[in-house]
């Protein structure tokens, strides 16, 4: 296991002489606690794979260094660097056993015979495979290839990190969840650094202690799903997570009033001196948003739909042209034009999509 530190990393496909605003990777620092229980969360093309690849030593980044635990591995091989990763197709061996393939990356490394069946076992028992051990990998379907894939990548306690790159695609939906809720088991167990990339936020929030959000090619949140959820740093944070995504609307704001479409509301936090000419915009979540009957003090709205989700409601309106997702209380009745009302706690002020943090 290891800390990894990524410094300056910054990557693009098509040499340095390229604008760095289209860089598949733009300018990185971060680090990753050994033990940790990462997701690097983000849509397709952000540059999550690029990331993981610059970590496990398949890419050689443009500009920037890897350390694991204070060392420089950026002249380190993927073997080297000792890595395992899992990929979202599996990558096993059809002519060998179950066993025989969790066997082999221990094989490999000339681990004594006793202590290779025991880890085999352990890691068999957590996943499922001791019914399997014996029968040869051909003979299984997809999602148990993948089960055997994901115990090659956890079967040695010796590795700097484990990197899952998606490997829950290919399994069955109702599998997922069990899965997911049993790699968190084996993270706990086997006291690994792991690092757990998707596109899925259910996935990166079941999964990770911390989630990193990646968009075009910068990260923009490091945080616990709670952190996530509550105080988007970036406006991408707010829409991407949570579902409804958080309403994001331009606003004037000035102290500790915004005004959206014409209408002020009040913030409980205090603005001065926002960066002039950036763009403003207030972020609060469905959630924290209320559909209310018409009321002189309440920002009127138009009633577009209304969302059944079983355990909430949740109505989507119209003021003027923005469109804004609010919580429908139990019991209130719906009329075509109806009110909402902002919880002031929830309400976040953004600059060029960036969260300020305002002042008692
Ligand atoms: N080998 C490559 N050559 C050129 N461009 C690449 C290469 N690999 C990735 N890219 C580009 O770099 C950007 C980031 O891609 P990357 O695969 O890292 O994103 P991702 O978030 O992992 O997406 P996905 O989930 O679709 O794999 C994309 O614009 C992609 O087209």
Request: glycine residues 8%.
């Amino acid at each position: 296991m290891a800390r990894i530190d990524l410094v300056e990393l910054a990557h693009s496909y098509h040499g340095t002489g390229v604008d760095p605003a289209n860089f598949a990777l733009k300018p990185t620092s971060m680090t990753w606690r050994q033990g940790g229980a990462y997701a690097l969360l983000g849509p397709s093309g952000c540059g999550k794979t690029t990331l993981l690849n610059i970590i496990s030593g398949i890419v050689k980044p443009s500009r920037g260094t890897v350390l694991f635990d204070g060392r420089d591995v950026m002249p380190l091989t993927t073997q080297q660097r000792n890595i395992a990763q899992v990929f979202q197709f599996p990558v096993i061996y059809d002519t060998m056993t179950v066993g025989e393939n969790l066997a082999f990356p221990l094989r490999n490394r000339r681990m004594p015979s006793a202590e290779i069946e025991a880890r085999v076992r352990q890691i068999a028992e957590l996943l499922d495979l001791v019914p399997h051990l014996g029968r040869k990998a051909s003979r299984l379907t997809a999602d148990a290839k993948q089960k055997i894939s994901l115990g090659r990548g956890l079967v040695r306690a010796d590795v700097a990190a484990v990197l899952f790159d998606e490997p829950l695609t290919v399994i069955d939906p109702a599998l997922k969840w069990e899965l997911r809720s049993k790699l968190k088991v084996l993270h706990r167990d086997l006291d690994l650094t792991m690092i757990y990339v998707t596109h899925d936020q259910t996935e990166a929030l079941t999964f990770a202690d911390t989630v990193v959000v990646m968009h075009e090619g910068s990260v923009v949140q490091t945080g616990t799903p709670e952190e996530l959820f509550l105080r988007p740093d970036h406006t991408f944070v707010g829409y991407f997570i949570g579902s409804p995504g958080m309403n994001v609307l331009p606003a004037e704001v000035q102290g500790r009033q915004a005004r959206i479409a014409g209408h002020v509301v009040q913030l409980e936090r205090s603005y001065c001196g926002l960066p002039i000419g950036a763009r403003l915009e207030i972020g609060i979540r469905p959630e924290f948003v209320r559909l209310a009957p018409p009321s002189p003090g309440l920002l009127g709205a138009k009633v577009e739909r209304i969302d059944d989700l079983g355990r909430s409601r949740f109505a989507h309106v119209r003021v003027g042209d923005l469109r804004i997702a609010a919580r429908v209380p139990r019991g209130l009745s719906i009329e075509p034009e109806m009110a909402l009302a902002f919880e002031p706690a929830q309400i976040h002020v953004y600059a060029d999509q960036r969260r300020v943090e305002g002042a008692a």
